[in-house]
């Protein structure tokens, strides 16, 4: 989700569901230590937030961990299921499942370093090391250093071959050995990823494990969420409707443009936000065509709405 869930993408997410968990995209220790920039910056709206980490030295991961801390975030996500050459050029994300050792070091470190949650997600196995018996392997070891929450993408990664994207969408799902590691590990707390579009999936899944993540679906129709704390989390609060949602953001965004930003910057992430409703398509082209103009106002996104049909069934209804 690199470059999606940027700290405008959750403020957008949260004002559709109170209760849903937001993580990062996922940030390098290198970035936090040594870059200019401002990458645990986050907005109060969000939390719960958690941030997700991508590195492999324990003591810069532990001094991450320690910063967040101090931030107020609510939990560090270590990446172990980031397949991309980059990242491999970095030693952290996907490889790392070929080094639980070193993985329990930086997750023991982190635990020494906060009391936040300490949390791992990784893929189902890389390469041709994709046995169940390697994923359990991987699982004990980690574990063992005092991480008990894992979310398990369940498709293995090739780390060459394929694109981050093809690794997204070629490599097959297993929810099933998702399932078993539940089974085998009643202690653990186990999500699932990869490929969920429905929260009726998310249901099912929910009757074999503890939570269930979501990535692309959530940023393509972000909708979807307008209806997870009713259907997942038992809420009896209504659902908020896609015009408020906008109406809600236009001070967002001026803030943004207060501070510097542009318009695109934020409304680049609110694209899919009336799809499947008639007006969408030009919802979407006027913001994508307009918003990244220096003189864009937040006024845009009430004209863009302006062209947006009533659904005859809402999809959070």
């Keep these: 989700m690199l470059d999606w869930t940027d700290r405008h993408y959750r403020y957008f997410a949260r004002l559709m569901s109170r209760h849903t968990l937001l993580y990062t995209e996922m940030v390098t220790t290198g970035a936090i230590i040594h870059?200019?920039?401002?990458y645990l910056g986050?907005?109060?709206?969000?939390h719960p937030l958690a941030l997700q980490?991508?590195?492999s030295d324990p003591a810069d991961l532990a001094l991450c961990a320690k910063r967040a801390q101090e931030l107020g975030y609510d939990e560090i996500n270590l990446n172990v299921g980031c397949p991309s050459d980059r990242v491999q050029n970095g030693r952290f994300g996907a490889c790392l499942m070929a080094e639980p050792t070193?993985?329990?070091?930086c997750v023991d470190a982190m635990?020494?370093?906060v009391d936040?949650?300490?949390?791992?997600?990784?893929r189902i196995g890389i390469d041709d090391q994709d046995s169940y018996e390697f994923l359990t392997q991987f699982i004990d070891t980690v574990s063992a250093a005092g991480c008990d929450s894992f979310t398990i993408h369940a498709r293995k990664a090739w780390l060459s071959g394929l694109s981050p994207k093809e690794n997204r969408e070629i490599p097959p799902l297993d929810y099933e050995r998702a399932y078993q590691l539940k089974r085998d590990y009643p202690a653990l707390t186990l999500a699932l990823n990869g490929g969920i579009k429905t929260l009726q999936e998310c249901q099912t899944h929910l009757q074999h494990l503890n939570g269930v993540m979501v990535g692309r679906e959530a940023y393509q129709n972000p909708y979807l969420l307008a209806a997870v704390d009713r259907e997942i989390y038992g809420c009896d609060t209504p659902a908020v409707d896609r015009r408020a949602v906008v109406e809600m953001m236009v001070p967002y965004v001026e803030r943004h443009l207060a501070g510097g930003g542009r318009v695109n910057h934020v409304t680049r992430h609110m694209l899919g936000l009336f799809n499947g409703l008639p007006g969408a398509r030009t919802w979407r082209r006027t913001l994508s065509e307009r918003a990244h103009h220096a003189d864009a106002t937040p006024a845009l996104l009430l004209e863009a709405m302006a062209h947006v049909g009533e659904p005859l069934e809402d999809a959070a209804g």
Aim: charged share 25%; net charge positive; aromatic share 4%.
């Design 35 to 38: 870059g200019k920039g401002d």
């Design 42 to 46: 986050y907005n109060e709206q969000e």
């Design 53 to 55: 980490l991508g590195g």
């Design 102 to 105: 070193l993985v329990a070091r």
């Design 111 to 113: 635990r020494q370093a």
């Design 116 to 122: 936040l949650p300490v949390t791992v997600k990784t």
